[in-house]
């Protein structure tokens, strides 16, 4: 179930999943993660003690990824436990990243929306702007490679947390409605300095493949989407694993299963938008993906005003996490493309 | 006998392993490999052709580190081919590379030299510098990723192949005077206006651990030396694997394994100049490396003069690749203390 190419791509170390996979087995997951993050942590806080600010920042991320990690999938009251780490490591890593992570807290509804922003460290701004949307599984915090990517190619990035993620589900469980809050972010991003606001493009990886779509479609400030193993409906619903089906409950807050199926269904559906969507739109979908490579043809039905780039990976598992860098080299190459022509 | 932990910190995408372990058994490793780094070369030059210059060299690395593997531990006549694959991609990074690695030749005794320098992309010269040195079954094109760190932390890096490394072995194979090229590599780093003369440390891995102690205590312009993985003599050949005492003859030139064995035991000593060495010395040992960690004690026992810090890591093995990032971490912010000593 756990896809080690994604974890290790996202910046966990490999030595760091063999060390969970052959742990004591009377420990837990969950508490061996969490030992992991504290380990990161008390190194952190001696790295930068001695003012090796580089070392401390890169491991506090190893820490909150860790913190990931331990309440990846994990669905007693401890979950929250972890996702709190999670933040909180991340949040002494921001100031100590090269660019750093400006951390903001927008409002939605009364609710609190927090972000980051990173800001290329070389050339000049204002900037063409990647906004990353998580998943069903992920957060703001988990892009910090990605990111790097982006921003050594002179694109600045924006993450947050929207309903039913990180430190928004507390307050606010998943919502149908989840362009509202990029569109939020996007107010608050295009009044910086720094961002061009007319060359801001979005980037969600799975469930926010999704809403990526959606926020394409319903914002029309953005130049450029990719739905990087995403989908447009649920119907298939059924088909979906246990596990995920427990992050399904958890997300919507629901009491039973049967009341997260509802919800999911209704919720998570946006074929009644696509033919919004206008600008190119990048699918990135691999053949042995669990979410069905037919929700592709649904895009390419009713997305009819937009220009698709579909890349099917043959190999390709749920974002394509086991192939490589290369999938996501070849993302980001295409979003350059579209936020940087060339004369 | 393949250390994944390895690989996987010097850049090598998991993907690729996995596809190297599971490849069809009709295909050899060294015809697996080296397909992959045509892979990489073909991406590359895409990438290249569509004006993606940091993808390019992203893909020129991983074309050069696969090329790397192929050839690695592998003894017949295409061991010369993944060789110079290894490098004609390298080369191709290197003006890509951010910041680019330049390259340079020496001459010593008539034989080419040849080398990398990278200077930090930020910040004012001139750099403190660390000179890399790889070792057995490692060259110059492998420490790009350790690079990356020391570059970040606003330290030149210089890397080179010396006698029966990469490029050099065809002209000159395994010696035992490996601080002379050291030393004409530093009369050509110290002249660099973006080098600072006074701030020139030393880190060798492996068999370069070796060479570190040599070219630190044989040559007073080192200020700081580290011997990661590395060793005084070769006492215990005879405990050597198979695979490895066929790098030694490999790399010696050597017809037979007895005449391999009487010239690595002879040229491979540094007992008898360790009495030399007088700066801040850093040895990092694993328990359960091959390389016996009495080895430590020899060095703890010879070198009276220099401030050691020793480092053995109960879990670690050779050059303790399998614990991920915190050991390197941790060689790293040393060098930074003694390069860039504080008020």
């Not at 914002?219 to 246990?242: K, L, N």
Request: glycine share 8%.
């Amino acid at each position: 179930m756990l896809n080690w190419g994604r974890l290790i791509l996202d910046g966990v170390p490999y030595a760091d999943l063999v060390s969970a996979r052959d742990r004591d087995p009377s420990v837990t997951w969950f508490d061996h993660w969490m030992e992991t993050a504290a380990n990161y942590e008390r190194l952190g806080e001696q790295a930068q003690a001695a003012g090796h600010t580089i070392t401390a920042g890169e491991y506090f991320v190893l820490g909150s990824l860790a913190a990931q990690y331990a309440q990846f999938l994990w669905f007693d009251d401890r979950r929250r436990v972890g996702q709190e780490r999670k933040v909180e490591l991340y949040r002494r890593a921001a100031p100590l990243l090269n660019p750093q992570a400006e951390r903001f807290e927008l409002t939605v509804d009364g609710a609190t929306v927090p972000g980051y922003v990173r800001v290329p460290a070389s050339g000049s701004g204002p900037y063409p702007t990647a906004v990353l949307l998580g998943g069903l599984e992920s957060t703001k915090e988990e892009s910090y490679q990605f990111e790097q990517q982006l921003l050594a190619r002179g694109i600045a990035t924006v993450t947050f947390d929207g309903p039913g993620q990180g430190e928004m589900f507390p307050e606010v469980p998943l919502r149908g409605d989840y362009e509202r809050y990029t569109s939020a972010v996007v107010d608050y991003a295009e009044k910086l300095p720094e961002i061009d606001a007319s060359r801001i493009g979005v980037v969600g990886r799975s469930l926010g493949g999704h809403y990526a779509l959606r926020s394409a479609a319903l914002d029309q400030r953005f130049v450029a989407c990719i739905s990087w193993g995403g989908f447009a409906d649920m119907d298939s619903y059924d088909d979906e694993t246990p596990m995920t089906k427990e992050s399904w409950k958890y997300v919507t807050a629901s009491s039973t299963h049967e009341e997260a199926r509802e919800r999911v269904m209704r919720l998570m559906d946006v074929r009644s938008e696509l033919h919004k969507l206008r600008v190119p739109t990048y699918i990135q979908h691999g053949m042995h993906d669990e979410v069905p490579v037919s929700e592709v043809d649904v895009v390419k039905q009713l997305a009819v005003d937009a220009p698709l780039t579909i890349v099917i990976e043959p190999h390709g598992d749920h974002c394509c996490h086991n192939l490589g860098p290369r999938p996501r080299f070849e993302m980001i190459d295409w979003l350059e493309e579209q936020l940087k022509p060339r004369a």
